[in-house]
């Protein structure tokens, strides 16, 4: 029914929005820790600097490609990025 399909829709855009902000926080979290700039990042990634800040403020989703590059610049594996925090 259309009462069910709305509650799976908003189901799957909270957990989008939930992705998002994972990513975003834990790019923010790995660029401090290894004192680089967003523009640094993109640089290492092929991201431009504006695509970046859009990342990291849980503007934009992006493609896997895209967090698969990140996550080589930044050293760490992919699956990480999109992990929920340890602590």
């Given amino acids: 029914t259309y009462m069910a399909l709305s509650k799976m829709s908003l189901c799957v855009a909270v957990r989008i929005m939930i992705s998002r902000d994972r ?4 790019i923010l ?9 967003q ?6 990634a ?11 403020n849980s503007e934009f989703s992006t493609s896997l490609d895209t967090v698969d590059k990140l996550a ?3 050293d760490v594996d992919p699956a990480k990025l ?5 602590s």
Avoid: K, Q, W
Wanted: charged share 40%.
């Fill in 23 to 26: 990513l975003a926080r834990n």
């Fill in 29 to 37: 979290e790995r660029r401090r820790e290894l004192g680089i700039s």
């Fill in 39 to 44: 523009e640094e990042l993109g640089a290492r």
């Fill in 46 to 56: 092929d991201v431009s600097r504006r695509h970046m800040s859009r990342i990291e």
């Fill in 72 to 74: 080589e610049a930044l």
């Fill in 82 to 86: 999109l992990s929920p925090p340890t």
